[in-house]
């Protein structure tokens, strides 16, 4: 074969490839932008992320939002009755919470109203978690870019993290084209009816999952704790006359990191960092059964009626 020859095929073969590729990305942006495309994934907390976006109008009076302990903990129901204030709980997964700070806050206030008090509470590690696509698992905040905030800027995005937009596009199409994995029945078995309670509820999230009896290994966290995404949520909130409060979900009491968090955040929540048995657990230290959700929904009711307290003197 010529040189000339080679070049021209070489040129073929790595422009069919990037067709290809290209097709199987915007095949993929398609999917995740349709509808149905919650029902596809087999994660249940990534399932209920689009929740917080389909609440036109709830104008809630106590809005919550954190990351998966506060999907787990935090009861609307409950805590609605204590404080006889209107909630809802539009809590997402870490990495979103990491990737984009407030954004799904402004994003549920383009189709309601500025709540009276705003709870942001977070698992202390959230502090730490670097906000850098490539850094975290970026397939839950892609897809809530690709959904909700959309425009130039995320396909920009896109590019500039391609590493992750092809993993993202693997796991998209192995969703669409082959549900039936094993891990995917499993899903739908166990965890179909929690998911109807978490849409019944107006928020909450508990699994049937095994009670924890031992604290899992501690986890390295990725930098040092960066308060400033937060701090600046509050400034912005609070201008607007919402009564914010910054608070971490209660860990176990044989976290290996309670001392660190407590010595960490002291100064920089409106709480102590609070502990709880491990028996109140059932996934990472950080997810609660049903018990460990109704204990936690009473502690951030009791914050909330002392901060309403507060602002009425």
Not at 14 to 39: D, E, M
Not at 176 to 199: E, G, I, M, T
Not at 204 to 210: E, I, R, S, Y
Request: charged fraction near 20%; hydrophobic fraction near 40%; glycine fraction near 4%.
């Amino acid at each position: 074969m010529t040189s000339a020859r080679w070049l021209t095929t070489t040129f073929l073969l790595l422009l069919c490839a990037a067709s290809l590729g290209l097709v199987c990305v915007l095949r993929t942006i398609s999917i995740a932008k349709s509808p149905g495309f919650p029902q596809l994934i087999s994660a249940p907390y990534n399932r209920v992320q689009d929740f917080a976006f389909s609440l036109h109008q709830a104008n809630c009076e106590l809005l919550i939002y954190g990351d998966s302990s506060a999907m787990t903990g935090d009861d609307p129901a409950d805590i609605e009755s204590q404080t006889q204030l209107k909630t809802c709980n539009i809590s997402q997964t870490q990495p979103i919470v990491a990737a984009d700070g407030v954004l799904p806050i402004d994003l549920y206030l383009k189709q309601n109203s500025l709540p009276k008090l705003l709870v942001i509470q977070v698992a202390p590690e959230a502090f730490y978690q670097s906000h850098r696509l490539d850094e975290m698992a970026a397939f839950d905040p892609v897809s809530l870019m690709l959904r909700h905030e959309r425009g130039v800027g995320v396909y920009m995005t896109l590019l500039r993290y391609l590493p992750q937009t092809l993993q993202y596009t693997s796991l998209v199409l192995q969703d669409r084209y082959k549900p039936d994995r094993a891990y995917a029945a499993a899903f739908n078995r166990d965890y179909v009816k929690a998911l109807s309670d978490y849409y019944s509820s107006r928020g909450l999230l508990t699994l049937a999952k095994a009670t924890q009896t031992a604290c899992d290994v501690a986890k390295g966290l990725p930098k040092a704790a960066d308060f400033g995404w937060v701090e600046e949520a509050r400034r912005r909130y609070m201008a607007e006359g919402v009564t914010v409060l910054v608070t971490v979900s209660p860990i176990p009491e044989c976290d290996p990191q309670l001392e660190m968090f407590r010595r960490d955040l002291a100064g920089h929540i409106d709480s102590e960092v609070r502990t709880l048995p491990i028996s109140l657990f059932n996934d990472g230290n950080r997810h609660f059964t049903r018990e460990g959700a109704s204990v936690v929904s009473q502690m951030v009711a009791q914050e909330i009626l002392a901060a309403k307290s507060a602002s009425a003197r």
